[in-house]
């Protein structure tokens, strides 16, 4: 079993920035993909950014590619998600996740992962 809390989650204005946390519990995650997503009202839940074991390898999705990092620090078992830039249409309830699945590729679908956090909502006022 693995614990995910996230955290960072605010509000905030349009151009702004913030830093979500997400510190796993209850195992190591330094041997696995972990993930950020996101679900806004009446949607469907998105792929935002996704990194790899060492954090050398990271994926985007299309809508936040260049304006958010994803980072890790296994020490602290800790995954980050930097948001800048800042958009209305990024407010979402925000939420990590880790696989403890292999695989060869960037996982981007969400029934790709294992466990999820409880979610930090995101709101960017314009």
């Known amino acids: 079993q693995v614990q995910l809390v996230e955290s960072g989650g605010g509000l905030v204005q349009a151009g702004g920035s913030l830093r979500l946390s997400c510190a796993a519990s209850?195992?190591?995650?330094?041997?696995?993909?972990m993930g950020w997503f996101r679900q806004a009202p009446g949607k469907e839940r998105e792929f935002v950014a996704a990194?790899?074991?060492?954090?050398?390898?990271?994926a985007y999705g299309d809508s936040v590619r260049g304006r958010f990092t994803i980072s890790r620090d296994n020490g602290k078992n800790t995954v980050y998600l930097q948001m800048n830039s800042l958009k209305p249409e990024d407010t979402a309830v925000y939420y990590c996740?880790?696989?403890?699945?292999?695989?060869?590729?960037?996982?981007?679908?969400?029934?790709?992962?294992?466990?999820w956090g409880q979610g930090t909502q995101v709101t960017v006022s314009s």
């Open positions: 209850g195992r190591t995650v330094s041997n696995y993909y």
């Open positions: 990194i790899n074991q060492s954090g050398g390898s990271t």
């Open positions: 996740a880790v696989t403890l699945r292999r695989f060869t590729t960037t996982p981007r679908m969400d029934s790709s992962y294992d466990y």
